[in-house]
């Protein structure tokens, strides 16, 4: 049974509305970015077939930022390469913008985890932010302009020559979101993007990414297994649950923004929306 | 320095004796010659041109197919590793071809060019595809998927994908390939050489050998050694100078 749970300011208020009502509500207010619609991914035949998603109905609004938790084994790297158009499900549809998503396109980027892995280890790091550009007949110089301005923008203005590999962590994961940039998505999808590094590289980028978004009013659909992480970003977070992978609850966070590392941690509605995640993911 | 003259005392200590025992025993000048005398043989061959007309020749032969060789390696390599489809119909044809020695092709190669370089290029070019080809497959099928995926998200054409990504990607051990296949073109070079075609440094040892010119023999297979060599380190100066780093580096 789906549940959509949303708190106001005030304290930690559970009001019960079926998904149904609530999304017609929102449907009616604005058309949504992306949207699936009875989603279900399977794999395997007879015996050996297993279901990594089931009944999935996701509606995103444009500008939300979605953040998406569950435990490992859930689906949510799955429902992200949907997402992306790099796996087509094996029943319903998958909506961008009203249209069937068919295959990968550049107005939807995708920030992967093992930043390691996702960079052209044998391009400099603004060759490397530059590698959209490559299907645009673009002058040498511009696109070394514009790679610099988005490395700039990142913080990183100074590293354009180096190699990935010289690299810390973080700043690698940061060449990777500024890559995402350049090809000028406009729904930013996000696998674990901080999963792989230090608490306080993550807080940085944290905050870093929620500006980001607001400053090109872009879409971003986060995943995390990191409750807090999901709370302290999202306008909204989904719950998955396991076996198969389906939403166990939908939540509205009304924090106010900017949000603070601090403060917004410490707030009460923060908790309460901590407490009520926790008790569903660990509860099942 | 030391290094050097480590490196040489086997050499030095082989061919003094060699010349000492040529000179005090005698040896059966049918088969063997002396030191000097091959040294003399080898200097004069060199500077009347003989050698090098010959060398000029065994390396069209050799370059030409291993140049032929490479590049069907790689272009037909390449699609064949990145989609298993392809492969699995193409593949099994290739698994067949592939135990036919390339030297079993000479009198066919014989019947379609004739004597000369075009037939010497055509059997070398067929014993160089195959290392290229298989180290091509392997490599691009190992090719981390997520560097694919990334070409597919930004939509880069296909040609972007190759030049930018794959190529890139595999360069370093494509490179060990054609290594491997520049070694076999001497090889078959010279083979044909001897075999059939009356060209290049193979026949000139045919020649010396029906001469009974012992010294020239001697002579040319130490000029065979030496040119092999430094094939073999200008291939890795190349790769060097342009492996892996700067492939695909946007300098344009």
Redo the contacts between chains.
Sequence with gaps: MQTSYALSGGGPIHEQIPLSTASATLASLQQPILRTRGVRVAIGHGQDRLVILDSMDIDVKPGEFLCIVGPSGCGKTTLLRLFAGLLLPTEGTVLFDGRPITGPARERAMVFQDYARALLPWRTVWANVALPYEREHVPHRERRDRAYALLERMGLKDFGDYYPGQLSGGMQQRVQIARCLAQEPRILLMDEPFGALDALTRQALQDEITRLAAERETTVVFITHDLEEAIYLGDRVIALGTKPGRIVATVDVRLVRPRHQLSTREDSQFLAHRHHLFGLLVGH | MSRWLRALAIPVAVVTAWELWAQIFGIPYETLSHPSAIVVSGWTALWDGTILTATLQTFSGALLGLFIGVMIGVVLGIPLGLFPAADAVVGPSLDALRPIPAVALLPLALLIFGFGVRMEALIVAIGCLWPVLLVTITAVRNI?A??L??G??????GS?RIL??VL??TGGRIFVGIRIAAGISLALAITVEIALNPNGLGYAMVLASQGLDPALLWAELLWVGIIGWAFNRLLLGAERRWL???????H?
């Design positions: 981390d997520r560097l995926e990334i597919r998200l930004l939509e880069l054409p972007v930018r990504i890139p990607a892996p780093a700067t492939i695909g580096a946007v344009a």
